[in-house]
């Protein structure tokens, strides 16, 4: 029984003063009905108030909206969770009785009919196929494991979408079936990875602020170096190290790029950072960034430049010319003496409404059909913002659910040469939510003999095969970029430019800080999601839509996701000149 006493003692913990006499009333009423105590109440309008930014005291008109927003959405949802879960429990009798039926059969008992009847029920799904004959990749998990939605669509293309090409990049492909045995070395590049079993988020701020100092302290001495290169012999630039040097003489200086927004205005404000020596030098390691006497230009906070201009008042920079080119060195060429056929895929797997995988298995089938020498799988796999996974649907742990994902599939791939690459995703609920991430964990076990052709990497990785190095990330690196952009290029290749980032910085991810959501460990980043030398492929999969792109030499290619039903098929073809030749490759986007 709640008591007036009680609520108003719960509201003075606040060091608040009580209510008024109808807020109190109004207040008793509401426990009452929705069977709260006085305690849980005062703390939900707590996290209530301070949500909508609302004054700690309620009123009347608070209180209504309490009640319709949160007190009976959360009945509501009550009411759908034990439905839900007496469905389960209806699933989980029927697949009981099943089971006793099989018993009985052998025993030969004499079942009711009744009982077996429920054994050839068939689902909507099954009945409403088209296919003339049900193949064996399109079975769905087991009711003990998943149960579909019948209401739910599948979103499936239609017949005459399917296989479907949206892009075309180089020399047609006569046929992407097999011609001929191929022995295809898998191995990760020779650069520094993520462990499987490496610690993560134990560093201190203090060497964070380190990390970033000797990045911008390296790279910016770097792009110094190649600038001044690229100069006629007679400049000698003037080069200084503190950010508010005043000086109307032109000079040149590094740094890193951030970002603010006016708050009078709304505009972005972009920053020139330098690199923190101490605490006392603290407010002169930054300085604001003019870009209005530059006539195109691109920077994203992160990014490491170097900034010629003047600054003749100590408090802005005026830039008249960035240099942001440090492209690294380009792999060695690949030693391929045969055509090697790459096909790529990235998750989530399953469309938004369900978690049968349909996409997935459609894949496979084509697989199984043309039998690629290399089949490149980017996670996630069981992704953490899917509904179906929110609202915990399967009957059974994520890692069993992962291991039943990649036993089928190496199943159905038993007896093809076909190499599967695994790239883990923070994205995965299953899996360590960091960046970088480990590889995925395989039960040999349960996958059994299966596992001989598969491979798992972690992310970010570059991939040798034969020698050709295929840079992967799973992180939507390309979407991530063009929210942070600060950009004058118009008339401009956004992608290409968005891609060039990637490549001129040398970092899967050149963004800091990251985008909200993504858990990057800063260390980590700086030892395993950099590289010196630049692959021949860059997989950058992206939810903005597909292309294949040249960019400084390498072929950067976005596939998309196959919850879309869209791949991407590769046909790298071996060098005649000696060296490395993106256009030589050729690549199809295609429906599944």
Known sequence: MVSKKTLISCFRNLSCDAPDQPVIDRCLQLCHDYGIDEEAFVELWVVYSIQQSLNIIPTLDD???????????????????????????????????????????IYNTGQCLASKQLKRVRSPTSEAENDSKRRAVTQTFSPSTYTSKASVPNHVPSISARGKILLHFGQTVETWKKQNEQNVSIVIANIPYMPKDGVYMYDTLSKEVTTLNYDSISFGNRLTHVWKEMGSADTNPRYVKKMRTISQVTFRIYGRIFTSIDKLNGKKLVFLEGYIISKEDFE??????????????????????????????????????LFVKGHVPLAEPPKLTEDLKVYVAAGPFTTSGNLNYQPLWDLIE?????????????????????????????????????????????????????????????RDVHHEAVYPTPEYTINTNKIGSYSSNLYSMPDPCIINANGLQIGVTSVDVIRHLGQYEVSNTSAMDRLSRLADHVLSQATF???????????????????????????????????????????????????????????????????????????SVSCEIAKV
């Open 63 to 105: 209180l209504h909206k309490l009640e319709k927003e949160k007190l009976k959405k959360d009945k509501t949802d009550s009411i759908n969770g034990v439905q839900h879960a007496v469905s389960n429990m209806e699933i989980d009798v029927q697949s009981n009785e099943a089971v006793i039926d099989n018993v009985l059969d």
């Open 284 to 321: 002169d390691s930054f300085i604001q960034l003019d870009l209005s006497g530059i006539k195109h230009y691109s920077v994203f906070p992160g990014q490491i430049v170097v900034v010629e201009g003047t600054n003749a008042t100590g408090k802005a920079l005026l830039a008249k010319e």
């Open 366 to 426: 084509c697989v199984v059909e043309d039998e690629p020498n290399i089949l490149i799988l980017i996670g996630p796999f069981i992704d953490n913002m899917h509904s179906e996974i929110k609202n915990c649907t399967l009957k059974e742990s994520f890692n069993d659910f992962f291991d039943k994902i990649l036993s089928r599939i190496m199943q159905h791939l038993q007896g093809k040469h076909t190499r599967v690459i695994l790239i883990s995703s923070n």
């Open 509 to 583: 991810y050149p963004i800091y800080p990251p985008i909200p959501g993504l858990k990057l460990d800063l260390i980590r980043w700086r030892k395993y999601g950099c590289f010196d030398h630049q692959p021949h492929i860059m997989i950058l999969p992206s939810d903005i839509k597909h292309y294949c792109k040249v960019v400084n030499e390498c072929l950067v290619l976005n596939p998309e996701r196959l919850q879309k039903y869209i791949y991407a098929k590769l046909c790298i073809r071996p060098n005649v000149i000696g060296k490395w030749d993106p256009n």
